[in-house]
């Protein structure tokens, strides 16, 4: 263990006892993981090995927020605007959601009592891969120690004008924000208390706008391969102060 790291893992476990765990929670954290072509630029390597370490990140982020009691994780992993980026990029993240949900890595998901859920518009990726997805999704279904939806080829405004669709089609002509929110992707997971974006951007880039209309936004600079177990619980420890007397 290197200096760095050892430095960090001092302060992971200060964080970690500094948190409240039987107060206020995030039940859902939903996390913009940004910048992963800059963390590879920086290294003087293809946006490709950034991608790829970005994935690895994916899986630890996972694991850490089960660990830490987080019931639903929502991760934008691909936005119906990431289309425009070179066929050869998108192609490369395609596959490695593929790779994903599919071999060692969906086990071992399911050994942990995960259920995968995907958001968005999936019928524009290729049939094997939707079939993972759903196959992915169905697999792990029955699971209850924590949900994470992947959002691919999601886009806020859109899945609004998807969900209003369904309601006219239900032939509904008035309804609550409660009923509204059933026809959303997301529909049985409460709203996101925290939304993380890494990379210095501050912007929500279309993520869950509806559902984001009471969370408390965190950033850091940190590139999304370069984010961890620290940063997680700086992020909830955070959400804890600025929540302390919410309202009261
Ligand atoms: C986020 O990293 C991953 C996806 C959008 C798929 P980026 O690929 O946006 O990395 P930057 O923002 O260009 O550094
Ligand atoms: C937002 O990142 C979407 C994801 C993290 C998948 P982008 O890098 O695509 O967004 P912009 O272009 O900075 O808004
Ligand atoms: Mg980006």
């Not at 395609?94 to 060692?104: A, D, E, R, S």
């Not at 369904?166 to 509904?172: C, E, P």
């Not at 002509?173 to 210095?200: A, M």
């Not at 959400?239 to 919410?246: L, S, V, W």
Request: with cysteine.
């Amino acid at each position: 263990m290197n200096l760095r790291s050892l430095a960090d893992a001092i302060k992971t476990k200060k964080l970690k006892q500094a948190i409240d765990w039987n107060g206020a929670l995030p039940s859902h954290i939903a996390i913009m993981m940004d910048g992963n072509g800059r963390w590879a630029a920086r290294r003087g390597l293809p946006r490709s090995a950034g991608h790829y370490a970005g994935m690895q990140t994916m899986r630890e982020t996972i694991r850490n927020c089960l660990h830490a009691n987080v019931k639903y994780l929502t991760l934008y992993a691909f936005s119906t605007e990431n289309w425009k980026r070179p066929a050869e990029e998108v192609d490369y993240i395609i596959n490695l959601v593929h790779q994903f949900v599919t071999g060692n890595t969906i086990r071992e998901i399911n050994d942990s009592n995960i259920r995968i859920r995907f958001i968005g518009d999936i019928s524009r990726f290729s049939d094997s891969t939707q079939q993972v997805m759903k196959n992915a999704a169905a697999v792990t279904g029955a699971n209850t120690g924590m949900t994470v939806n992947f959002a691919m080829n999601y886009g806020g405004r859109s899945e609004i004008i998807h969900a209003l669709k369904s309601v006219i089609d239900d032939g509904k002509e008035d309804l609550t924000p409660d009923e509204f929110e059933t026809y959303l992707y997301t529909s049985g997971c409460p709203s996101p208390q925290l939304v993380i974006r890494t990379s210095g951007e501050k912007r929500l880039s279309g993520f869950l706008l509806w559902q984001c209309a009471q969370a408390e936004l965190w950033f850091t600079d940190e590139m999304w391969p370069s984010f961890s177990e620290l940063l997680l619980y700086r992020a909830i420890y955070d959400y804890q102060c600025r929540r302390r007397g919410f309202g009261s």
